[in-house]
């Protein structure tokens, strides 16, 4: 059920209609494949079984699934709003009493821009994986309201009290990301113009610092703190995606410093650590954090070609295949292997099934696992819980969008890049190659 505006009314009714996919070709599927559900045994640490039938069409289903729950649930004048495990002492413990009490209406619902881009993309590409126009519509509704909530100096508020008055970087540019997506879809200039306003401000009050001749990107605005390498790997995604999209490639000017910036934080193991220069914090949450700078830096790789680019992809992967459990989850971190965090396991796998992109072979195997086991823990209504044995004996069984979206761009992305059984050779991206070509 969607929760109720200060009106009372349901504000989420008007925009169910745009989202809900027809999901026509996937119920085709259904129905002329005459699934077969692996009734053997209920796995204990999940909900329902994986259907027995070719992983694509696995993903896809549960694609689907999640993408309901979210409309049921969490979306709100186009945009997802929901809770969120957030940061410093909820993070820590209150959540958890807050997955105790599921009844209790605790009041925590946040709107991320980062939820927003995910979701944003996710439907764009789902809108080509099914032929239809709902969730073009869908995602369209909530780039229109991502620029209605951007300041008027570009930048987007960071949700969560606990960070109040900050602004932070992977906000705005996953806000950028989705509008760019949108742009790119439906060349609404609205969307690049907001995109452009985010820019000057990333430019001015965001900045960079300078390392050895190279450059990171910082976390905050107006925050020259220690960065993270992550960020850097997004500011990459970020300034290829403005490439693409304007056709402009001096856009990639700032590419190669933050580039070999990472490159010089990796470490002989192929990790990159999550803060550079601060010797305490090499080690945090290492498996997805390597996961979503892969992606991340893969994504410049598939427009660049850049040589250096792929030889940083291919020793992350060869950290992240240590990374994944006998059973199929990816471990919290290099010394905690009981814990484990279902949307770190979307990301991994999402990185290991496009080894073949980057001239890497044998994570195929590895890939299906994990992705196996993250389709295991879905729930009868779609959604999936959070974690489980957290500090050995607690469980966080509250689903959040924010992390739900990136499940879903993740599950939509593999399904998009591979006709076939997952993975599978690693598609044609030619189609992404523009501009930057030999310019990195």
Known sequence: MLAKDASGRRSGNRYRSIIRAKQIKTHAIRSNSGWQVNKQKRVSDGGAPVPSLKLRTAVLESASRIRDYLCDHHLRD?????????????????????????RINWGDDLCYMQTQGYWIISNGRWAELNAECESESAAIAASSRVVELQRNDGAWNYPNPEWRGRV????????ALGL???YQRNGEQRFLDAVLR???FF?????????DGNIAVNYFANDCSEPVPNNSALALRYFTNMANATGDASYLNRCEGLLHFICNAQLPSGEVPYIYGDSRRVHFQCFQYQ???????????RSTGNDRARILLAAILGFLKNGVSPEGYAYYQ??????????????????????TEVGETGYDKLANKAFRYLLRQQRDDGSIPHSQRDYGVLSDHRAYPRYLAMMLF????AAQDRQAELPDNGGDRERSRIVVEGSA
């Not at 932070?168 to 806000?175: D, N, P, Q, R």
């Open 78 to 102: 186009g945009v997802l709003i929901g809770p969120d495990p957030g940061v410093r002492f909820n993070y820590r413990y209150w959540r958890f009493l807050k997955s105790c009490a599921p």
């Open 334 to 355: 290099c010394r905690q292997k009981r814990r484990t965090v279902n949307y770190h396991t979307g990301a991994v796998a999402a990185a290991l099934s496009t080894a």
């Open 168 to 175: 932070a970087t992977v906000e705005g540019l996953w806000a």
């Open 198 to 200: 985010w820019h000057r």
């Open 180 to 182: 760019l997506e949108s």
């Open 203 to 211: 430019e001015e009050q965001i900045g960079f610092q300078e390392f």
């Open 410 to 413: 993740h599950l939509v992305t």
């Open 291 to 301: 996961a979503f700078l892969y992606l991340d830096v893969l994504a410049y790789y």
